[in-house]
Antibody, heavy 120, light 110 residues
């Protein structure tokens, strides 16, 4: 069964940092582009960024609202993708979803999400 | 403010056909594909339509997608109570080097 499981969410103060993890199973992770999408409370979906495969030099792109404050990385030996978030703002409060990503299906498989709350 | 524009809400009675529109700047929808996602409260989105009008396996035939020029539509035929959910369109944005979403449409079955 194809599965993505996020972890690492929690409550953090403004200016703080947090690292989210997403463990993948049921497919060849090293061949998959991976993405993070977030959803603020009561709001719509927002792409955060994505990372391509090692064969594509792990090319990464980020959305403008988070660029310079977040970093996406992957460890193919652990079938895991990470989202390092720094200088967190209250507006970063959201459920963060890990997804597979590509130009055929766009976002095909989704994790259950992990909640990040930025508050003093 | 979302880059792609969807109506905030849509509704219908059981058995009716409901259509949700998605419009955007021509550089986004005009040249690329449109995708549709269904989301129930408290759960992750689910891919409903890819590449304008293709259905992943397991998606009922009641859901169909289309695209014409700078607009796209999702149609739900034979509306059922279990179709009550939020629906999002998405497309690739060359200027952002990333995908963008519509603001979402809440479908209510009356």
């Amino acid at each position: 069964e194809v599965q993505l499981v996020e972890s690492g969410g929690g409550l953090v103060k403004p200016g703080g940092s947090l690292r989210l993890s997403c463990a993948a199973s049921g497919f060849t992770f090293s061949n998959a582009w991976m993405s993070w999408v977030r959803q603020a409370p009561g709001k719509g979906l927002e792409w955060v960024g994505h990372i391509k495969t090692k064969d594509e030099d792990e090319t990464i792109d980020y959305a403008a609202p988070v660029k310079g404050r977040v970093s996406i990385s992957r460890d193919d030996s652990k079938n895991t993708v990470y989202l390092q978030m720094n200088s967190l703002k209250t507006e970063d409060t959201a459920v963060y979803f890990c997804t597979t990503f590509g130009d055929y299906y766009l976002f095909r498989v989704w994790g259950q999400g992990t909640t990040v709350t930025v508050s003093s | 403010q979302s880059v792609l524009t969807q109506p905030a809400s849509a509704s219908g009675t059981p058995g009716q056909r409901v259509t949700i529109s998605c419009s955007g700047i021509s550089s986004k929808i005009g040249s690329g594909y449109v995708y549709w996602y269904q989301q129930f409260p408290g759960t992750a989105p689910k891919l409903l339509i890819y590449r304008n009008d293709q259905q992943p396996s397991g998606v009922p035939d009641r859901f169909s997608g289309s695209k014409s020029g700078t607009s796209a539509s999702l149609a739900i035929s034979g509306l059922r109570s279990e179709d009550e959910a939020d629906y999002y369109c998405a497309a690739w944005d060359d200027s952002l080097s990333g995908p963008v979403f519509g603001g979402g449409t809440k479908v209510t079955v009356l």
